[in-house]
């Protein structure tokens, strides 16, 4: 890939702060040639999609198989097609879909950024292990991929 083409990076993990729209930002300001992928962030219709497209469930497990299931669709494709999967790491929820998105993305030998508060370092050692980089701010992630694509040292 030359440093001039479309780099695909996914964005996975937490939904509740603005986070991805800070490296939306950040990449338009740098100009960095990036086109930007993740999951469903609005928690209703993520929980719902299965049961949207293939009908009712009468039990709770049922349903959330089916939104899972059809979210995993999206999940492994958008993976399977990045250069550079970022993993966010919330305080106040638990992200277990990050956790799983960061070991598949490892199992596909994908360049992986976690991107966390430092509070968090020894609860992630596993999952840092897996990336390439630790980023604790959005900004971090986007000098990152700058340094990455074009060699750019943060100014």
């Known amino acids: 890939m030359s440093n001039n083409a479309n780099w695909n990076v996914y964005l996975s993990g937490e939904i509740h702060t603005d986070w991805r729209d800070r490296i939306a930002k950040g990449i338009a300001a740098a100009d960095l040639p990036i086109e930007l992928s993740g999951p469903n962030t609005v928690h209703n219709d993520s929980d719902d999609c299965g049961v949207a497209v293939f009908g009712a469930e009468n039990d709770k497990f049922w349903h959330d198989h089916k939104g899972a299931k059809l979210n995993a669709i999206r999940t492994r494709t958008l993976i399977e097609n990045a250069e550079v999967v970022v993993v966010r790491f919330g305080d106040k929820y638990r992200q277990w879909n990050a ?54 040292m943060p100014s």
């Open 99 to 152: 956790a799983f998105d960061a070991g598949y993305a490892a199992a596909l030998g994908k360049s992986i950024i976690t991107l966390h508060d430092g509070a968090l370092t020894h609860a992630l050692k596993e999952v840092d292990a897996s990336a390439l980089a630790v980023a604790e701010t959005p900004e971090q992630v986007v000098q990152a991929l700058a340094y990455a694509i074009r060699g750019d």
